[in-house]
């Protein structure tokens, strides 16, 4: 598995429903440092197609779908459908990832381990696999 999929403590009665994410309850592993969510995504596009050096991800489809594609830069790849707001796919560092298909009411919330900064993303795939490699051989 490249990402983790973790399920999210629901509280529901007859009014709704709330979901809560905690740190330590879900063994995130990380701090939360900032969240933002991606809305109003056209059906075709296909967003993401980078990875991070660094950041850690928590990515909740809260309403709608949507599918993720992961690429560990080593061979393995894998394919996440998001459509449960209860449900939530860690995404480590140095995983490539795309999001496509996304419903019209897709709403993707994602919580991050870390402030936004540029330089943190590889946008290229070539050189995303040249990092994984020279990660492996620990240059
Ligand atoms: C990721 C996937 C799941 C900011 O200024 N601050 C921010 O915190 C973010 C996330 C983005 N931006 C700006 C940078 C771009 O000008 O918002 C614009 C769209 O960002 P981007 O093209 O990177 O969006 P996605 O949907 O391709 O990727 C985003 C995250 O950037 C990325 O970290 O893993 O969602």
Redesign the pocket.
């Known amino acids: 598995m490249i990402g983790r999929i973790i399920k999210l403590e629901k509280h529901s009665d007859a009014d709704g429903s709330l979901v809560v994410v905690e740190k330590n309850k879900e063994k995130i592993g990380f701090d939360i440092k900032?969240v933002?969510y991606?809305y109003n995504t056209k059906q075709l596009f296909v967003?993401?197609?980078?990875a991070?050096k660094q950041?850690k991800?928590i990515?909740i489809c809260v309403h709608g779908s949507c599918k993720i594609h992961l690429d560990n830069g080593r061979g393995e790849t894998e394919e996440v459908s998001l459509s449960t707001p209860d449900i939530g796919l860690i995404i480590e560092s140095n995983v490539w990832?795309e999001?496509y298909d996304f419903s019209y009411d897709c709403v993707l919330l994602?919580l991050a381990s870390m402030e936004?900064d540029e330089k943190d993303y590889i946008r290229d795939y070539a050189s995303f696999k040249k990092y994984v490699s020279s990660l492996q051989k620990g240059v």
């Open positions: 900032r933002y991606i967003r993401g197609k980078h991070h950041l991800q990515l990832r999001m994602v936004y």
